[in-house]
């Protein structure tokens, strides 16, 4: 009984590190399920797959190691999508071990098959997505195939993979040393750094810009390249530019941090990168509410006004959306090393820009200070701005925040100060709703010492409140922000502006609320839910939920005042050509 694959998968995994899986039974993986009761691997029950797929997610984030989701076929497979491809437009690292029908019975449309154009071709749902999709179709060929399917995913450019078994082969005899072979095979590769000329051609052309910026994407964040990066912006003290995904590479209270850019940028940082002359572009993908939709007038104009000079570990990001200058593939983590080394070589004394200094420090307290009516504002339901400042306020530094859609990524992303490195967990390539609940989850299991803080909207709790099933099993302390403005706020915003209506964004009927009473909900699943009833009364109780160390819910109302920009976004172009209309202020 030892000797069959599901057995000696899990012994594999165990030998491998894996503390924990996410996922969710079902006919074809209960084999494995039998064989990880009897282990030291902890299965972290889910009640639907997309909160197994969410959870890994925020769990690899944080870990920085590829997480594990098993799942049925059919369904699970399915429902655990949006998940996966969520990681998978965010770099994360993921294996997917998911059942499947039994390979006897390819093509006879066996219980929960899709074979509508191939048989026994369930896995290929998700090849759009991930790194690559293994089908098993023999036992002895699974050790090297799993070996293979955690190399792929957290080398390179990190992303999720699957690894489909019939669920036939995980109860077939195989050799255990198939297996222990495995164990000589490195479990990390070495990665590629710049050479010396390539590194002093780019310091040079950073010593004789004019108005160099570094724009900083997620890149740095998987590379754990964070510690590097503040050595040299210190050493040439250039100001900081970062995409959504790159908030807290460099602290949000470092001296040369400019902020977002974009659609939800500020005018003094998307100009500060238009009016450049030279952008060091370090692991981002110029994505297009990073870079108001390329329009060359908002954010970035290359090659008009600034050169660009782009590294990353993926070949295929390099030019993707700008042309570049010089085009460098490498870990940025070796990469930064050796240009501050250069740097060094070259300045020792390094180059001080204390006019810049004061300007982005006078800019950056001129932006608190409009904020501070709004930050102090009575009103109830609460503003926005007030929900996000006390929070900051009460939170310690290193408290890991996960983000959903709206006013909780956006909002965040350019007002909520972050000042520890991976410590904010947002859906960016595929911005998904539903993300932020059950990727807190993931991350206090990853985390447990730390305080762990969904802020979502009630639109993206309502998308997988069975999360707080998991919560209460497990115990996790995690506490779920929802700023509740009874709407899918921003498709709400952007339709009003638009069309001159809100249907169906709005949860509300005949003028009355539609929506349900998400503390009462918690109190149902056994966990403590808190209703916030006044602007005075949410600190108190975001407070005393830290304290209670255990899951909480907190619904509090909030007005729908969309999130302030200078950027743009060309949908609006689509929606009312030639009219300059936005949803948004642009003070």
């Known amino acids: 009984m030892n000797n069959i694959v599901s057995h000696q998968l899990v012994r594999y995994l165990e030998r491998r590190g894996i503390k924990h899986i996410f996922g969710l039974c079902g006919h074809t993986n209960i084999a494995v399920l039998s064989a990880i009761e009897k282990s030291s691997?902890?299965?972290?029950?889910?009640?639907?797959?997309?909160?197994?797929?969410?959870?890994?997610?925020?769990?690899?984030?944080?870990?920085?190691?590829?997480?594990?989701?098993?799942?049925?076929?059919?369904?699970?497979?399915?429902?655990?999508?949006?998940?996966?491809?969520?990681?998978?437009?965010?770099?994360?690292?993921?294996?997917?071990?998911?059942?499947?029908?039994?390979s006897h019975y390819y093509g006879k449309h066996p219980h929960q098959e899709v074979n509508l154009h191939s048989d026994g071709a369930q896995y290929e749902i998700y090849k759009p997505f991930v790194k690559r999709a293994w089908r098993v179709e023999r036992p002895e060929l699974f050790p090297e195939i799993i070996e293979k399917a955690f190399q792929l995913a957290e080398s390179g450019q990190p992303g999720p993979v699957l690894v489909d078994v019939p669920m036939d082969i995980f109860s077939k005899e195989v050799d255990p040393h198939l297996f222990d072979r495995q164990l000589g095979n490195t479990k990390s590769l070495r990665k590629p750094s710049l050479d010396?000329?390539?590194?002093?051609?780019?310091?040079?052309?950073?010593?004789?810009?004019?108005?160099?910026?570094?724009?900083?994407?997620?890149?740095?964040?998987?590379?754990?390249?964070?510690?590097?990066?503040?050595?040299?912006?210190?050493?040439?003290?250039?100001?900081?530019?970062?995409?959504?995904?790159?908030?807290?590479?460099?602290?949000?209270d470092h001296p040369f941090i400019l902020g977002m850019t974009g659609f939800w940028g500020t005018r003094y940082i998307?100009?500060?990168?238009?009016?450049?002359?030279?952008?060091?572009?370090?692991?981002?993908?110029?994505?297009?509410?990073?870079?108001?939709?390329?329009?060359?007038?908002?954010?970035?104009?290359?090659?008009?006004?600034?050169?660009?000079?782009?590294?990353?570990?993926?070949?295929?990001?390099?030019?993707?959306?700008?042309?570049?200058?010089?085009?460098?593939?490498?870990d940025l983590k070796q990469a930064l090393g050796i240009l501050t080394k250069v740097a060094r070589a070259k300045v020792p004394e390094g180059v001080r820009r204390p006019g810049l200094q004061q300007e982005i420090a006078d800019v950056q307290a001129g932006f608190r200070q409009k904020n501070v009516a709004m930050e102090t504002s009575d009103a109830f339901p609460m503003m926005p701005e007030r929900i996000l400042a006390e929070t900051r306020a009460v939170l310690p530094r290193n408290a890991i925040i996960t983000t959903d859609v709206g006013w909780n990524k956006n909002g965040v992303g350019q007002q909520f100060p972050v000042f520890v490195p991976g410590s904010i967990l947002t859906p960016g390539g595929y911005a998904t709703m539903g993300f932020g609940g059950p990727a807190a989850i993931g991350a206090k299991i990853a985390a447990p010492d730390r305080i762990v803080v969904a802020l979502i909207g009630d639109g993206g709790f309502g998308q997988n409140p069975a999360l707080l099933a998991t919560a209460r099993h497990e115990n996790l302390a995690v506490i779920w922000l929802i700023m509740n403005n009874n709407a899918f706020g921003t498709i709400a915003g952007l339709e009003k502006a638009h069309y001159q209506t809100t249907f169906g964004t709005v949860f509300e009927k005949d003028g009355e609320s539609t929506s349900p009473d998400y503390a009462a909900i918690a109190r149902a699943y056994g966990v403590e839910g808190i209703t916030v009833e006044s602007a005075g009364d949410f600190k108190p109780s975001l407070e005393r939920a830290i304290a209670l160390n255990k899951p909480v819910v907190i619904d509090v109302r909030m007005i729908n005042n969309p999130v302030p920009t200078t950027g743009y976004w060309n949908i609006l172009d689509i929606y009312s050509p030639g009219e300059k209309i936005s949803h948004v202020s642009t003070d």
């Not at 497979?77 to 770099?91: E, S």
Request: aromatic share 6%; glycine share 8%; proline share 6%.
């Open 41 to 102: 691997i902890q299965f972290i029950n889910v009640r639907h797959e997309q909160i197994a797929s969410h959870a890994a997610d925020g769990y690899a984030r944080v870990t920085g190691k590829a997480s594990v989701v098993l799942s049925h076929l059919g369904p699970g497979m399915t429902n655990a999508a949006t998940g996966v491809a969520n990681a998978a437009l965010d770099c994360i690292p993921m294996v997917v071990i998911a059942g499947d029908i039994p």
């Open 196 to 252: 010396q000329q390539t590194a002093e051609e780019i310091i040079d052309a950073i010593l004789a810009a004019e108005r160099p910026i570094l724009y900083v994407g997620g890149g740095i964040l998987l590379a754990k390249a964070a510690t590097e990066l503040q050595k040299f912006v210190d050493h040439l003290q250039l100001p900081v530019a970062h995409s959504l995904m790159g908030k807290g590479a460099l602290p949000d």
């Open 270 to 330: 998307n100009d500060s990168c238009r009016n450049a002359d030279l952008i060091l572009g370090l692991g981002s993908r110029f994505k297009e509410a990073d870079c108001s939709s390329w329009y060359p007038e908002y954010t970035f104009d290359i090659p008009g006004t600034a050169r660009l000079i782009q590294i990353d570990i993926e070949p295929s990001e390099i030019g993707r959306n700008y042309p570049v200058e010089i085009g460098a593939v490498a």
